[in-house]
């Protein structure tokens, strides 16, 4: 599902009254509010679906795929997500 179709679940959802805007615009929120809330207190717990957690990687050595060639890749931070028994039972 892409975030198109998610907006166009979230209108079918919420009924025929919702427009297709208020749709992206609800879907946009959420969206922003997981990436300022991830950004502020390193995690987002979502009751019932799963946590967005922030997550340091070390430096580490890598391959260019084309030549081969070792490389060293910069220490990052990135966001993980863990599903909830939920999520995981529907699957």
């Known amino acids: 599902m892409n975030k198109a179709e998610l907006i166009e ?3 079918k959802s919420l009924g025929k009254e919702t427009s297709k ?4 615009e ?3 929120a959420v ?10 207190d390193k995690a987002v717990q979502l009751i019932g679906f799963g946590t967005f957690k922030l997550v340091a990687r070390k ?5 260019n ?3 081969g060639a070792s490389m060293n ?3 990052s931070k990135t966001v993980r997500f863990v599903a909830s028994s939920n999520v995981k039972k529907a699957m």
């Open 21 to 24: 805007k208020a749709a992206a």
């Open 9 to 11: 679940a979230v209108q």
């Open 65 to 67: 795929p084309k030549t």
């Open 59 to 63: 430096a580490r050595k890598g391959r």
């Open 73 to 75: 890749i910069k220490a």
């Open 26 to 28: 609800a879907v946009a």
């Open 31 to 40: 969206l922003e509010s997981i990436v300022k809330g991830v950004k502020k």
